[in-house]
């Protein structure tokens, strides 16, 4: 091949070369065009225009269909446009200074929310995330409209405010943990509550808060059904210094994307409110002069033995107790005094009757003692006979000393028996002691004697084929049997 021919080839082959590089180059600018159009941000390409080595404006020489739309101008209108022109005032002069540092020293602008008053929008403030960069000498200028995100960052920051000013001045204690529990907030007024300062808990499990008489309890409330929303419960905490105090706990699982990312709740001091709950339980069944169990409460029990009797070891007695000398106490000292004898014969009764024994008043100076098992009529009258005496000492009444006796019927329960009827032989067995002289112990003992529930009092007193006498006067050791 001639040198001629080697250069003509040559030549063809760079122009060749040089035809593709055009070709891709502006296939490249293509692919440009189209993701600079395609882009949701608006973007602008601008020169700047220099007096000397000053830049006084920057001419816009490029636009994308999203700046146009922000802008509401068309592309013609804002190619050959500058900035000044377009945002005019202090905002404008304070972009071409800002730009002006982008083409000089090539330092890229990336700032977020960036708060302006808009002319697009009548003035009103607008949030904007920025990046400028140099291309070559011109800059390329792109923003992105993050209003409503700012406002929105804004509203959950006032509302997280508000709430932890709530949070922190509530006298409840309003708490956040994590899905195992743990606790990773908790507000000041816990101090108060508890004791424990809130650093102290932070990483602590709230169940080890709960008492161990509560705690499984609680957890298996918590854990139960996974499907509630908001769980309420009450329980005891401990506290840092003293006992426990009862608390209302209300608690609601927080979910993302389906998942239980942790817990949120608030607990309440009851403290006061559980204790008059405890105190009006308590006085429903309970007298409240002496403490013993009430009328009511005392006769459930003995329906409850009643309906069920003890199947082996021995009988149940009914110990039926009326003091004798009650009124002339009233009359002599007053009330008070009376009121001092009933709290010391309530004393007594309970102090000589065994933890299996339930004593109870009836009301006045009536008192009722169910002996859980005897293995017979001489068991429960030795019980009876050591209660007469207890109660036969005296009392000390301020300045004086008065005393009272008693006296005392009993009965047992039969196996065909009621309440009631268990209840008129213990009344019968009273009876016959007040009308024996007071101050003595009868017994009607029901496997010698015939039902006694429809008969009058009198023909009651004519059928009984045994009844057991215990009085002073011929010693409760050694009961006479008639």
Do not use: C
């Amino acid at each position: 091949m001639s040198r001629r021919e080697h250069d003509q080839t040559g030549s063809s082959s760079h122009a060749q070369e040089l035809a593709r590089a055009r070709a891709d180059l502006v296939e490249e600018r293509g692919h440009l065009r189209s993701l600079l159009d395609s882009m949701i941000d608006p973007y602008v390409l601008l020169r700047p225009l220099r007096e000397g080595d000053r830049v006084d404006d920057l001419l816009v020489l490029d636009v994308n269909p999203a700046a146009s739309g922000y802008l509401d101008m068309q592309p013609e209108k804002l190619l050959g446009a500058t900035i000044l022109g377009l945002v005019p005032d202090l905002y404008g002069r304070l972009l071409v200074d800002a730009l002006t540092g982008v083409a000089t020293d090539g330092t890229p602008i990336v700032r977020d929310g960036i708060t302006v008053l808009s002319p697009q929008f009548g003035g009103t403030p607008r949030s904007y995330d920025v990046r400028a960069t140099r291309v070559g000498t011109d800059v390329s200028l792109t923003w992105r409209d993050v209003t409503e995100r700012v406002m929105a960052a804004e509203a959950l920051a006032r509302s997280e405010q508000r709430f932890r000013l709530l949070a922190e001045n509530s006298t409840d204690v309003v708490f956040r943990g994590s899905p195992t529990s743990q606790v990773e907030w908790v507000s000041p007024s816990v101090a108060e509550v508890l004791g424990f300062e809130p650093d102290e808990l932070l990483g602590t499990s709230s169940y080890d808060l709960v008492t161990p008489e509560d705690r499984d309890r609680v957890l298996a409330f918590l854990t139960g059904d996974r499907d509630r929303g908001i769980r309420a419960y009450q329980a005891r905490f401990l506290t840092k210094h003293g006992g426990p105090r009862w608390m209302s706990v209300t608690v609601r699982a927080v979910y993302d994307d389906g998942e239980i990312v942790g817990f949120v709740g608030s607990a309440r001091d009851v403290e006061t409110e559980h204790a008059a709950v405890e105190e009006a339980q308590y006085l429903a069944t309970h007298d409240e002069l002496t403490h013993l169990l009430n009328r009511r409460a005392i006769i459930a029990h003995l329906d409850a033995i009643v309906q069920h009797p003890p199947r082996q070891g021995g009988r149940t007695a009914v110990l039926y107790l009326d003091l004798d000398g009650l009124k002339p106490v009233n009359d002599q000292f007053g009330h008070g005094a009376g009121d001092s004898v009933l709290v010391a014969v309530a004393r007594r009764l309970l102090g000589g009757t065994r933890s299996s024994d339930t004593v109870g008043r009836l009301g006045g100076d009536e008192f009722v003692i169910v002996l859980g098992t005897v293995p017979d009529a001489s068991g429960a009258v030795a019980v009876a006979e050591k209660l007469r005496q207890a109660i036969g000492e005296a009392v000390d009444v301020g300045p004086v000393s008065v005393a009272a006796t008693a006296s005392i019927g009993i009965a047992f329960v039969r196996p065909d028996d009621t309440t009631d009827t268990v209840m008129a032989r213990a009344d019968a067995a009273l009876y016959l002691a007040k009308d024996s002289g007071k101050d003595r112990v009868r017994v009607i003992d029901d496997e010698a004697e015939s039902d006694l529930a429809t008969a009058p009092l009198d023909d009651e007193v004519d059928v009984i084929q045994e009844i057991v006498i215990v009085d002073d006067d011929e010693g409760a050791d050694d009961p006479d049997v008639l």
